[in-house]
Structures are given as C-alpha cells and as structure tokens.
C-alpha cells in the first residue's frame, strides 16, 4: 500500500514564503514523475510545478520565477518552495506521484489528502 503524505501548509501574508513536503510511503520500487496541484476556491485543481525522476522541472506561467520544485529521491519526498506568496495562490495544494510499486508491477497514480494554504492581502 503507498500513501502520499503532505505537510507544510498554512496561513501566511503576501509576500511571504511557505515549503510544502510530500513524503512517499509503502511498497516503492521506482518513483518517476512528482507533481503539485492546486485547487483554489470553486476552480478545477491545475498543475503547478512538476518534476521528473531525474530532475527535470516544468512550472506554471503564473508561479515561474516564485516557486521551487524539487525532490530528494533517497527520502522519497518532493518539495513546493513557495515565495513571494499571492493571495490567488490560496487553495488547497495536492501531491502527486507516479509509482512503480514492485519490479513487476506497472506504474499507478497516486494523490496525497492535501494541504491547505491561504495567503492573506
């Protein structure tokens, strides 16, 4: 059984700065891509940051040059620095995680139960 664990969230003020962690647990024989996900207020949960196994980036226009993807494969954890925090970054952020639980099994998706973080004005 894998779960994905976040941690991290909570109340800052604009302009501030928060770090999200996503540990993976269970039965993991290969991890590949680790993704961010924000649902804000009454949208569809979009992409933020994602980043392959061997470390490649992609972000969205809106946090490029804010946010900071990256992972420590050792731990099995991806990370969110979030800086220069906005008020539209407020939402619940999701961790996601395509796993290979056993050598002879294929790869499944997994979502962490998020993490709230609301940015103040």
């Known amino acids: 059984q894998v779960q994905l664990v976040e941690s991290g969230g909570g109340l800052v003020q604009a302009g501030g700065s928060l770090r999200l962690s996503c540990a993976a647990s269970?039965?993991?024989?290969?991890?590949?891509?680790m993704e961010w996900y924000l649902q804000a207020p009454g949208k569809q949960r979009e992409l933020v940051a994602g980043?392959?196994?061997?470390?490649?980036?992609n972000y969205a226009d809106s946090v490029k040059g804010r946010f900071t993807i990256s992972r420590d494969n050792a731990k099995n954890t991806v990370y969110l620095q979030m800086n220069s925090l906005k008020p539209e970054d407020t939402g619940v952020y999701y961790c996601y995680a395509e796993i290979v639980p056993t050598r002879w099994s294929t790869q499944r998706a997994y979502w962490g139960q998020g993490t709230q973080v609301t940015v103040s004005s």
């Open positions: 269970g039965s993991i024989f290969r991890i590949n891509n």
């Open positions: 980043i392959s196994s061997g470390g490649s980036t």
